[in-house]
Structures are given as structure tokens and as C-alpha cells.
């Protein structure tokens, strides 16, 4: 993973119990907020890959993602890293299982 990944997720991972015990969206936000800012703050950016084909010269290009786009990304990270604590500490209560057991499926007649 590139540095800049490696960072934003370090720093998902750091502002989480914040958000998690935000009690509303206004609270909730502002710790999107912070984050946004400590990547910003650090010289980071938002990028999205953007594959483009112009005059038959294939490409890759990265394209910086808008201020709405950045808060959404993080948003959806801290939620993403709450979820794999959650997960993480089911399995680890289930017994220490390094997998989750597939649910049995009725087969039809």
C-alpha cells in the first residue's frame, strides 16, 4: 500500500472511539472533519484512479476528489474500521475462529 493509504488508515484507526461515541451527526461530522484536515495538513490528498484512453495512448491519471468526496471517503472508512472491530471481536467471542461459519442454506426439494 502507498504511504498516503497507510496514513489515512493509521489515522482512521486513531479518531474512531471519537467518532464512535459521537451522539449526533453534527459530532459525527466534525470528526470527518478532523481527519480531513490532518491529511490535508500533512501535504495528502483525496485521489480517485481515473483510467483514460485519449489518441489510442492508454493511461492511468489520478483525479483529486472534491471536499464532499474526501468526507464521504472518510466517513465511510471510520465506518468500514468500526465494523471490523465489531467483527473481529465476535469471532474472537465465538471462540477465536480466524473465519466466520457460512449460515446453512435449506436446499430445495
Given at each position: 500500500?502507498?504511504?498516503g493509504?497507510?496514513?489515512?488508515?493509521?489515522?482512521?484507526?486513531?479518531?474512531?472511539?471519537?467518532?464512535?461515541?459521537?451522539?449526533?451527526?453534527?459530532?459525527?461530522?466534525?470528526?470527518?472533519?478532523?481527519?480531513?484536515?490532518?491529511?490535508?495538513?500533512?501535504?495528502?490528498?483525496?485521489?480517485?484512479?481515473?483510467?483514460?484512453?485519449?489518441?489510442?495512448?492508454?493511461?492511468?491519471?489520478?483525479?483529486?476528489?472534491?471536499?464532499?468526496?474526501?468526507?464521504?471517503?472518510?466517513?465511510?472508512?471510520?465506518?468500514?474500521?468500526?465494523?471490523?472491530?465489531?467483527k473481529?471481536?465476535?469471532?474472537?467471542?465465538?471462540?477465536?475462529?480466524?473465519?466466520?461459519?457460512?449460515?446453512?442454506?435449506?436446499?430445495?426439494?
Open positions: 500500500d502507498p504511504p493509504n497507510q496514513a489515512f488508515r493509521q489515522l482512521v484507526k486513531e479518531h474512531y472511539e471519537d467518532y464512535r461515541q459521537a451522539t449526533c451527526h453534527v459530532e459525527k461530522n466534525a470528526v470527518v472533519t478532523t481527519v480531513v484536515q490532518c491529511v490535508h495538513e500533512t501535504g495528502g490528498r483525496f485521489l480517485q484512479r481515473c483510467d483514460v484512453q485519449q489518441d489510442l495512448q492508454e493511461g492511468v491519471t489520478w483525479v483529486e476528489l472534491s471536499p464532499d468526496q474526501a468526507h464521504r471517503k472518510t466517513r465511510d472508512n471510520l465506518i468500514r474500521w468500526g465494523s471490523a472491530l465489531r473481529q471481536k465476535q469471532r474472537a467471542a465465538a471462540g477465536g475462529a480466524t473465519t466466520v461459519p457460512k449460515a446453512n442454506k435449506k436446499r430445495k426439494s
